[in-house]
């Protein structure tokens, strides 16, 4: 039994012993990251962050695939600035297996495509160019988008925008000269014309005019030859008709017809640039009623860019047209031969009841000695106030000499009932007027019954007139009259009345309105209140209600924001058709009530005793303007009262269009127009590479104060140090933010700039570095904000927002791991050994290295880990073999590299050392030292001293 204890407790201790000896630690680490992305599409935009109005503009687009799948069939969308034109777009080139688009098309504003082959990797780069429009500033943008049924895992870099200051006015001047003052008929003048922009705008799609004011009796007038010089950039016209080019008919004559269909010519003027004409014209004039004739010749520029200052070379600015204008005289024309004419009208009854009929008699004639050919006559009767009907019951005609009476092409009665004026003539030609011969001597007279018809009327009788006319005459004749005097018109009036009349019923109307406030900002809302009444006490059906607003100067849009309506006695209110708000950009009115009518008016019912009450609200943005303030009108009407009911205002007089007029001012003096524009200093960075953001804040209008800036950075895309020191530069008399910060919370550059004066700017820049990350690629976007108050331009409450992107990719590496053991036991030491990977962004790897015969093999830590991450490997030894202890690392314990880049691997050294202990034995009977010692290591020493304590044992209960 004693034996059984003592054997169970020396197994007990050695069970122990061996179990410390044999104890292995355990490091429990995270398993590692792994993102496997889809598409990404990245849209980048680079422009610049001010400039002239008017300019050419380039934009550098780039569209990238940085995801790892195929995203062909991607498409793209860029919308230029408001106001641009000429917009143009090409692909400049693909790389990295991309196609540029086969299908790029511009429409206006927009340029858009589709990237039918864009692997991953694949990059187009695209330049659109075109000029800036004319208003303070231009925001640009654009967007991408992946394939249908595809989804980006990172859409916020889809969509860009930058934005550019617009400034500068334009000095225009036009200059026309003449080589001689006096010419004779069919000898040549010439002509030299300068159009001139000095700058500093560039001026687009601007009208040059000239305008020949043809001599009486001149039969050709023609462009001989032409010669154009164009300076600074312009660009001379081409030729689309061949020279000499002539007219022989009409009061005028434009040379620039020989450039296309239009009398005016069509230009872009770049600043300082000038086109100069020199033109040979000659115009041949037969005969004349004077011994000397006079000549004017006018050249004009016009049709300036709205939005844009026109001043001329003294300073005044040009609202429309700049006009240059050089006379001249024809001597020595001979005298035409003449033909006196005369036109007379009489009438059988000086004054009629309603519907009863009036007889009219017309005659024309030519007295001679000259026949005319192709001359036209005409007669033209003036219906009554409260017509409603008029006809021409009968007609002959009696022609003597040489002339012939027209024909009949329709039937008669011939009645009309519509309109101001009723023309007889239309019994015989589809016009209001006829074309006949008159040779020398003959005449042609004209006997019609008239009847109309009026229902009633405000007074008893009512005044009506009826005009004959013979006009068109031949220029190589002198045409003169009864008088002798040279007439182009030969005019016979007769006028009598129609009596009798009843009195109409009668309605009272009247309009209000009214505004809410006189003056206002730009962008600021102005509530207006329109009333339309009708007392009676007769019904008015079929009433038109008007309402116009006269645009502001420089008025970039226009808004009905709501508009309500509320009706008093029988009236009833219209239904809105049209979605609120309702915004128009072009024009120079404004029709509220185009919400209830596409024709701009509303026709309702107004019975007696009734009316109807709108509300409007307004707004109306302005660009920047040199003006202190704007006025602007807004006009109610009632109109379109029916036949048969005399209308009378709340004065008692009698109206057609009863009107009320509010007109207001816009204050001008602050508003402002600030703009950003937000670079990258490289749009494919490499991950943890140098990378500068940029933001420039500019203002083109005024001077804008407290101007709040935010530069939004992507947070793990874009790395700022600790702690980050902004820099702002500023020029124009800007200010920098005096509390200029970086905001590590939100990863924004914040600050409010004091001040930004017109062409001032601020720049704001912050150097970083580009984030790591496990996924193989990420788009990032930096977005700057600068909202100012009095900035509404392009919209109220503008963030003034604008983007850049940037995309970089990672790849996957190899990781290994190796240890070499020396000393040891004989053979070398085997067994194992635990580490620990542990990486700044993908967490901790642990892995196992196994010794054999002192080395291990080289074993995989990481089969693929993110570059550019910063890791460390750490080795942990076990406890060493008996006798053995460990010595130094030679290579290790743990190893630390940072931005790892490429396949890694860690070689760890290390040593086992022998523990040797020293037994020197008593010497017998002399209890001293042996000279001679041995040693008892390891285990053996151990287990000896083992068995020593459990002889003790036995021999001290023996």
Known sequence: MRRLRDASLALAVIVLVMTVVGFRGFVTAPSAFAADPTVDIAAQLVGKSSEYKGKPFTYDLTVSNVGATDASGSTFT??????????????????????????????????TGTVGTFPAGGQIHLTVTGYYGYGSSATATLSVNPPSGSTDTNPASNNVSQQTALSGDAIVSVTKTQDKASVASGEARTYTVTYRNDGPADMNGVMLNDVYVRAMGSTSTSLDSFLCSATGGAVCPTLSSSLPYRAVSGNYFYPHYAFGPSSGLTVNLPAGSSLTFT?????????????????????????????????????????????????????????CPVATVAVSKTQDKLSVASGEARKYTVTYRNDGPTDLRGVYVDDVYSRATGSTSISLDSISCLATGAAVCPTLTRSLPYTNTTGSYFYPYYAYSPFNRITVDLPAGSSLTFTMTITEVVQCSVQPTLNVANHASLYNFSNNVTVKNLSGTVVTNDVAIVTGTISGLPACPTATVSVLKTQDKATITSGEARKYTITYRNDGPTDLRGVKLGDFYVRGTGSASISLDSISCSANGAAVCPNVIRPLPYTSTTGLYFYPYYVYDPSNAVTVDLPAGSSLQFTVVITENLACSTQASVNVVNQASLYNFPYGVTVKNAGGNVTNNEVATVSGTIDTSKIVDVSTITAISNPNPKPLGALTTTSTISNSCHTATNVPVTVKLPENGFLAPQ?????????????????????????????????????????????????????TTASYKITSTAPAANDTIPTVGTLNESNATFAYSNVQSPVTAKVTVSGGPAGGWSGSMAGTLVCQNQGSFPFTLSVVNGVSAVTSVVAALWEHDTCTATLTRPDPPAGYSWGDWTAGPSFTRTDIVGAQQFDFATSLVSDTVPYIPQLPFTGGRSAVSFTITGLSLLGLSLIFIVWRRRKVIS
């Open 279 to 335: 033109m040979a014209i000659t115009e041949i004039i037969p005969c004349t009623t004077q011994t000397t004739l006079d000549t004017l010749n006018q050249v004009s520029m016009q049709n300036f860019p709205s939005g844009l200052t026109v001043r001329n070379s003294s300073g005044t600015v040009v609202t429309s047209t700049e006009t240059a204008t050089v006379t001249g005289t024809f001597t020595g024309v001979p005298s």
């Open 78 to 111: 860029f919308i230029a600035g408001s106001g641009s034109t000429g917009v143009k777009i090409v692909c400049s080139s693909a790389t990295s297996g991309a196609v540029c688009p086969t299908n790029l098309a511009v429409s206006g504003l927009n340029a």
């Open 723 to 775: 702690p980050a020191t902004p820099t702002c530069t500023a020029s124009g008399g800007a200010t920098c933010p005096a509390d200029l910060r970086f905001d590590a919370a939100t990863n924004s550059i914040l600050g409010t700039v004091g001040s930004i004066p017109a062409g001032g700017n601020v720049v704001l820049s912050l150097l970083g570095t580009a984030g790591v990350i496990p996924p």
